[in-house]
């Protein structure tokens, strides 16, 4: 979705926790959800608004976390939060490393919100243009623990935390996503006047719509579903997100014109483009970077990552696709069969047993089961080609680097270590030997034995 906003902003997004309830070792925006870290979802929101600068916000030693930001924004910037002393604190390290001088609007996000839209942010950023603070805010049927948005005749007054709430105002069901936008002209003197004066010693983000009140700034809110703003702080939580957007990404396949037979067995990730026409049979999944063409069979328990599949092919069952695969038009994946780096032209066949790695495969070749290109000596890869109308014998080895050519045969139970011409056989195997009546008598001692 492209919806470019229409005025000067620029974004920070809070990636610093360390994600404690997630009891994991890997920083919690880097967890996956549609095969994608939960920060992904939120860069790739932001990034078709054309922010003017997107601030990340991360802990000393993250640099895992850098890495995976310059992949959805390469011009992105860090700002690093030595001491984790609440969101108040986070966004004024930001601002003071990265935006001290800026004036227009500032969006600030949580890199735990994966579901959020850019329709959703194009909104609050509309808003933001007509008033100094606006809050994403959110219904809740169950708000407890979530603070509450206080809004007296449709503005915002204050954001009071669930613990701090009266009893009357713990029946307001409009709670805080912790998402907002602020004028950049007024933020450095928000985020200066914050107290720590809390149990947990805290700056908090939520105390500066008080303060802008008290200043006289104007404040409302923008209200979304809970469903896109919810935050990712457990394993439980990142299931159900996962829940969430697989049913969202089955929709748009269907609607798309996809047919899937059982969608609850398949798995896509965010990514996965597929064209019309395109079965899919049950308990398949998708990982990054998938591409699949018109007319295409996608067999149960396939997987498929980073690879094309063009119109009217058929993969699977069983089939593996790994990163960097061309599957050409009407070819054959079939059981068992896994291909990596390859590109297996139009009308190619490998429809049993076979590793394909690294290799090139003409057009209307045929791989036998059992085939596999020995493409890896323990310190290099090398390629294997296949020409056109090929024909590799079952149970084959073909020692890379080589090069079977046009219409060439390569017959069963050989390894092939050197090219093959066009139209050439190549067999390599050992005699065979017949022993008139030995198989009766070596049965016949075993027998006894």
Do not use: W
């Not at 929101?45 to 916000?57: D, G, K, M």
């Not at 002209?185 to 200066?192: E, F, R, S």
């Not at 090069?403 to 069963?412: D, F, M, P, S």
Request: hydrophobic letters at 40%; one cysteine or more.
């Amino acid at each position: 979705m492209t919806t470019e906003y229409k005025h000067k902003f620029s974004a920070i997004v809070l990636a610093a926790g360390r994600g404690t309830r997630m009891r994991s070792k890997l920083p919690k925006v880097l967890h996956k959800l549609g095969g994608e870290p939960l920060l992904g979802h939120v860069l790739s929101a932001i990034a078709p608004l054309s922010p003017e600068h997107v601030v990340t916000v991360i802990a000393p030693a993250m640099e895992s976390v850098q890495a995976a930001g310059r992949e959805y924004i390469p011009g992105g910037h860090f700002a690093v939060q030595h001491e984790q002393l609440g969101t108040g604190h986070a966004v004024r390290s930001a601002v003071e490393q990265k935006l001290s001088a800026y004036q227009d609007t500032v969006l600030i996000l949580c890199g735990d919100t994966p579901l959020i839209s850019s329709a959703t942010l194009a909104r609050l950023l509309d808003a933001a243009a007509k008033a100094d603070v606006v809050v994403l805010g959110m219904r809740m049927l169950n708000p407890t623990g979530y603070g509450r948005l206080i809004t007296i005749d449709g503005k915002l007054k204050q954001i009071v935390e669930c613990r701090d709430a009266t009893p009357e105002q713990k029946k307001v069901d409009l709670c805080n996503s912790g998402m907002m936008a602020f004028k950049g002209k007024y933020l450095g003197d928000l985020l200066a006047g914050l107290k720590n004066d809390n149990n947990a010693g805290e700056y908090y983000l939520t105390d500066a719509i008080a303060a802008a009140v008290a200043k006289g700034l104007t404040c409302t809110v923008v209200e979304a579903d809970s469903a896109e703003l919810g935050g990712i702080n457990s394993r439980l939580q990142l299931a159900e997100a996962e829940h969430i957007l697989q049913g969202a990404l089955r929709r748009r396949a269907m609607e798309q014109g996809a047919t899937l037979i059982d969608p609850a067995t398949v798995y896509f990730s965010r990514d996965t483009q597929l064209g019309q026409d395109v079965v899919v049979h049950p308990s398949v999944v998708f990982g990054r970077g998938v591409v699949v063409g018109d007319g295409v069979e996608i067999r149960s328990f396939s997987h498929l990552e980073g690879a094309r599949v063009e119109a009217h092919a058929i993969i699977g069952p069983f089939a593996r696709l790994r990163p960097g695969t061309l599957v050409g038009e009407s070819a054959h994946v079939g059981n068992f069969v896994e291909l990596k780096n390859t590109n297996l032209k139009k009308g190619a066949k490998a429809n049993h047993l076979a590793y394909i790695g690294d290799s090139e495969v003409g057009e209307s070749a045929n791989i036998g089961a059992g085939t596999i290109t020995c493409n890896y000596d323990g310190v290099n890869k090398y390629k294997t080609i296949i020409g056109p109308e090929a024909f590799i014998g079952s149970n084959s080895s073909l020692v890379a680097p080589v090069n079977i050519g046009a219409g060439a045969v390569v017959g069963a139970g050989s390894v092939i270590v050197g090219d093959v011409p066009d139209g050439a056989l190549a067999i390599t195997r050992a005699d065979q030997k017949i022993r008139e009546g030995k198989g009766n008598e070596l049965r016949a001692r075993k027998k006894r034995h």
